[in-house]
């Protein structure tokens, strides 16, 4: 356990610690802050949480069977142009009928409203954007693992025994396993 700078709740302290044991050290843990709470999206425990290859984005999955992506908000305008040059070239077939419920969390939502969101937390030293950049449904159970590739694909597994393949641009599932 270490005492970790907590930015969010000043005067919390023996905020738990675990590094991967996958991976072995050594690890650099002095100066670690908590500035941001990724809180009030997912309902119940988050069992997994990955950052992408380029580490600017963060999927999260857990006990709701919801698959969700963090963008940087430094990096928002970038996803936000690919997504939409993708879109524009592209014809997308008629998504199956259990991917209708995932969608992208940012189109959503009053974009306009999202951002201005996002200039009023700058102050805090939040990393992330306010809301989920995609939030992705189909899942019957709680989502145990995800996986990127280089690319922005995302592979992820649940205890309903399907993998699911998802790619940041769009908004459904484009392969079940």
């Known amino acids: 356990i270490f005492d970790i700078v907590d930015e969010v709740n000043p005067g919390e302290q023996n905020i738990k610690l675990k590094a991967s044991n996958s991976h072995k050290g050594p690890y ?63 014809v997308s077939p008629t998504p199956s009928q259990e991917s209708l419920v995932s969608h992208h969390s940012l189109e959503d939502h009053n974009f306009t409203a999202i951002i201005e969101a996002a200039k009023l937390e700058e102050g805090k030293k939040s990393i992330f954007m306010p809301k989920p950049f995609c939030t992705y449904t189909g899942h019957t159970s709680d989502l145990l693992d995800v996986s990127w590739s280089k690319n922005y694909f995302l592979l992820s597994s649940s205890m309903d025994k399907t993998v699911r393949l998802w790619h940041i641009s769009r908004k459904e599932c484009l392969c079940c396993f």
């Open 28 to 90: 650099e843990l002095e100066n670690i802050q908590h500035v941001q709470e990724l809180c009030g999206e997912h309902a119940g425990p988050i069992w997994c949480m990955k950052f992408s290859c380029c580490g600017r984005l963060l999927a999260t999955a857990g006990q709701d069977k919801v698959l969700r992506v963090w963008v940087v908000r430094d990096a928002f305008q970038f996803f936000q142009d690919m997504r939409t040059k993708y879109n524009a070239e592209k």
